[in-house]
């Protein structure tokens, strides 16, 4: 049973440039969360998606956007790339019924803006 | 406005002892806790949570204990194994999203 994939792992940008991340759940699961986490500091909520839709999102800007697919996979894109962007992306998998259920984290993809 | 507080940036304990890992919050809607554990280069990895309603939730060597009144929960890893080195999250989960409030963690070591 396969569980949460994210690719890349690692990425360089440069400040201005635009980003997609990708993410495939675990087997099963219908939702999807993305999470930034900065140095030193525990994940951010940026969104969450369902049903090809974004459900709830936390305090990050409209740069931020993303993309869920008919088979649960789901894209983050960051237009507009800033320093402070730098950051290790956390994709979350669940199942939106699950009330106590816990997110299923993948490994994450580290991204550096230059 | 941190919702979610892990004052204890470390912690060392030996190994076979007990570790105890500490977590304030401050929002009482938050309905469920999860304890996480984050090694280097991997994402979060569940441990254990509970639900607003219960005081304690044991599996195996883990033990969360959580007090409403005083907004405050702890894990509590007995004994304690090198391999339990690691940063640990605490999290809160609400609203109809279910989404997760991190605190900023707590880096265990376990000395052998």
């Known amino acids: 049973d396969a569980g949460v994939t994210q690719s890349p792992t690692h990425l360089i940008k440069t400040r201005g440039q635009q980003v997609t991340l990708r993410c495939s759940p675990k087997?099963?699961?219908?939702?999807v969360s993305w999470y930034q986490q900065a140095l030193g500091q525990g994940p951010q909520f940026i969104f969450q998606?369902?049903?090809?839709?974004?459900?709830q999102r936390g305090n990050f800007p409209d740069r931020f956007s993303g993309h869920q697919f008919p088979n649960y996979s789901s894209e983050l894109n960051v237009n507009a790339l800033l320093l402070g962007d730098s950051a290790l992306y956390l994709c979350?998998?669940?199942?939106?019924?699950?009330?106590?259920?816990?997110?299923?984290f993948g490994p994450g993809t580290r991204l550096l803006v230059l | 406005d941190q919702q979610v507080k892990q004052n204890s940036p470390s912690l060392s304990v030996q190994e076979g002892r007990i570790s105890i890992l500490n977590c304030d919050y401050t929002?009482?809607?938050?309905?469920?806790f999860l304890w996480y554990k984050k090694y280097p280069a991997e994402g979060p990895t569940f441990l254990i949570s509970?639900?607003?309603?219960?005081d304690k939730n044991e599996d195996g060597r883990f033990t969360v204990f959580l007090n409403k009144s005083a907004k405050h929960l702890s894990l509590h890893i007995v004994p304690s194994q090198p391999g339990d080195s690691a940063v640990y999250f605490c999290?809160?989960?609400?609203?109809?999203?279910?989404?997760?409030?991190f605190g900023s963690g707590t880096q265990l070591t376990v000395l052998p």
């Open positions: 509970i639900s607003s309603i219960k």
């Open positions: 929002n009482s809607m938050f309905d469920y």
């Open positions: 979350a998998s669940s199942f939106l019924s699950g009330r106590g259920g816990a997110q299923y």
């Open positions: 999290a809160a989960l609400t609203g109809s999203a279910r989404q997760l409030t």
């Open positions: 087997s099963g699961h219908d939702t």
């Open positions: 998606y369902y049903e090809e839709e974004e459900r």
